[in-house]
């Protein structure tokens, strides 16, 4: 789609923006100081009213809304007036896979609506009609939605929390990801330093458990990718957490081993011992040439080998990730690797849709796959995860997303990752251990929430650990 710009005249007290440009982002338009289409935003007679002209050519289209009316409510409105104006413009409305719902976390709003008393069997027709969105996916965010209300009930404040430990290390940068990670220390020293702050974090927070008698249902251990210390120091960060935070509610223990290339035997034994229960093997294609590619130091075998030796273990859910669109990858490509994935009969399944992110080898550059394509493989992989008994369960979107698709997880009843739920719907509290790490504590609306926000830079936590215990603290009180 070829860029085109306009010019935005907000005649409002309030800010408009991002909606508008958002929804104008579906035409190919950019808002710019100079353009070929000038927006202008009034408010008359209880309505939004955008008026666009381009050239000789005007368009005039109006939405009711108060302006006393919540935040969202207003965005809404303003959405749909956008799009109602340059689809007058253009002559018809682009594909928008998810209506005018372009935030991270979907499922939050259909959670509120429920909580607001929506009907279940009301919600996908009211999702289409307020939003826009098409019937399949209002009838997916119902359908997960739904099942993570009976996976997971509604906390109260502080029951059912999980808690994150974040190893900000990669053996490799992947060209996709803006993770804040680093290449892993060589040396074990500086490694198990690392390993010593959060066993002072892991500490702290377990005096923060203590107060307010929180049950915790969930753990994982992510990143970066935890398995890029070495064998050694590894399995003392596994000592360490299993010394500390071995509760008895504990119903899940995950560990993302997602890098088959610093995958080991004496990992997946450290992680049998401290009792993991769920782990991550991520090949992400099942194509060589990809991997190179993407600077991936793996190969295809490599992670059959590290999936095989995991399905020999006491480990009994498995996930596996693959993303669809990644540089150089055709639709019969990406269309065999989700077959791949699928043969294996893992678990989970989780299947990405490749974005472009600020601060990666590939921000900037074409997208190779069409959106329509991409859709298509979606829904072959939602196919390929029915047949093999696994349902939709968690979702989350992100932007500058390859077709503005979804990433979906998929699960056999029963082996739902609790801490996904907990992560991405904020309904329960979540504790961040380590560099990078996100605590949150949902207000008793169900819907906000307080956040904290651990320093991405190693050096930064360590001279900073004493303030951040407080604000943490603090985040609970």
């Known amino acids: 789609m070829t860029e085109k710009f306009f010019v935005l005249h907000n005649e409002l007290d309030i800010e408009v923006t991002r909606p508008v440009c958002d929804m104008a982002a579906f035409f190919g338009y950019i808002m710019a100081v100079e353009g070929t289409a ?135 940068r ?80 995950t560990v993302e081993a997602g890098r088959p290339d610093c995958f080991s035997t004496a990992k997946l034994a450290a992680m049998e011992a401290a009792g993991v229960n769920r782990i991550s093997v991520n090949p992400q294609t099942f194509h060589d040439k990809t991997l190179a590619l993407i600077g991936r130091k793996h190969t295809v075998a490599d992670f059959y080998r590290a999936y095989e030796e995991v399905r020999k273990s006491t480990i009994p859910n498995v996930n596996v990730d693959l993303i669809i669109g990644l540089p150089g990858e055709t639709a019969a490509d990406i269309a065999y690797s989700l077959e791949a994935a699928a043969a294996l009969e893992p678990e989970n399944l989780t299947i990405h849709t490749l974005t472009w992110k600020k601060g990666t080898a590939l921000f900037g550059e074409a997208m190779n796959l069409p959106a329509a394509e991409a859709a298509a493989l979606v829904e072959q992989g939602r196919c390929l995860a029915a047949d093999k008994g696994l349902a939709p369960y968690y979702m989350y979107r992100q932007h500058y997303m390859l077709g503005h698709l979804a990433n979906i997880g998929y699960a056999k009843p029963g082996t739902e990752s609790i801490y996904n739920i907990q992560m991405m719907e904020e309904r329960h509290p979540v504790i961040g251990i380590g560099p990078s790490s996100a605590s949150k504590v949902p207000l008793a609306d169900g819907h906000h929430l307080l956040r904290l926000n651990m320093p991405k830079n190693v050096a930064v936590y360590q001279q900073n650990l004493a303030s951040y215990f407080a604000k943490r603290q603090e985040l609970f009180d």
């Open 38 to 172: 000038s927006l202008s935003v009034s408010y008359a007679e209880g309505c939004f009213v955008l008026e666009l002209a381009v050239g000789e050519r005007s368009f005039t289209a109006s939405q009711a809304c108060s302006l006393d009316a919540a935040g969202g409510e207003i965005t809404r409105c303003l959405k749909l007036a956008t799009v109602d104006v340059f689809s007058q413009m253009a002559g018809e409305r682009p594909a928008m896979p998810w209506g005018v719902l372009t935030g991270v976390r979907p499922g939050k709003l259909a959670h509120k609506l429920l909580d607001g008393g929506v009907a279940p069997q009301e919600l996908p027709a009211y999702l289409k009609q307020r939003y826009l969105l098409p019937e399949a996916q209002a009838k997916l965010l119902t359908e997960i939605t739904l099942r993570q209300k009976a996976l997971l009930p509604d906390a109260t404040r502080f029951t059912d929390a999980g808690i994150y430990i974040g190893v900000p290390f990669c053996p490799s």
């Open 174 to 253: 992947c060209s996709y990801c803006s993770f804040p990670a680093g290449i892993v220390p060589a040396d074990e020293e500086s490694q198990q330093n690392f390993v010593n702050l959060i066993e002072l974090d892991i500490l702290n927070v377990v005096k923060l458990l203590s107060m307010h008698s929180l049950c915790i249902r969930s753990l994982y251990i992510g990143g970066g990718t935890p398995t890029s210390l070495s064998d050694k120091v590894f399995a003392n960060l596994l000592k360490v957490v299993d010394k500390h935070l071995h509760f008895d509610t504990l119903q899940e223990f």
